[in-house]
């Protein structure tokens, strides 16, 4: 029986595949959302589900890189002031 909702079991299994190995899987599959997706131990995925796991996976990736953009502009920022202070500290000690 297809899968049409993404279990846990799914989930755990597309995860430990990762999206470059589902990609591959998705291009051999049929191309309408309804069509069913082979190969997975899990059984037959609906490529619906396996779509939307992707796009949360994009998201999720996105989000994290915001993340990680932000800290580098507050490390740029504290690297900034580092300099300023420096700076202000070596005019004042002359």
Same mark, same amino acid.
């Given at each position: ?25 998705? =291009? ?8 069913? !997706?082979?190969? +997975? =131990? ?6 619906? !589900?396996?779509? =939307?796991?992707?796009?949360?996976? =994009? ?27 420096? !700076? +202000?500290?070596? +005019?004042?000690?002359?």
């Amino acid at each position: 029986m297809p899968i049409t909702e993404l279990s846990p079991e799914a989930k755990a299994e597309l995860e430990s595949l990762g999206v470059p190995n589902v990609l591959k899987k998705l =291009d051999q599959a049929g191309i309408g959302r309804g069509s069913l !997706v082979r190969g +997975f =131990d899990c059984g037959e995925i609906q490529r619906s !589900v396996i779509e =939307d796991w992707i796009a949360a996976k =994009d998201q999720e990736t996105v989000r994290q890189q915001q993340k990680i953009l932000l800290w580098a502009r507050i490390a740029g920022l504290a690297a900034i002031g580092g300099i300023i202070v420096s !700076v +202000f500290l070596w +005019f004042a000690n002359r």
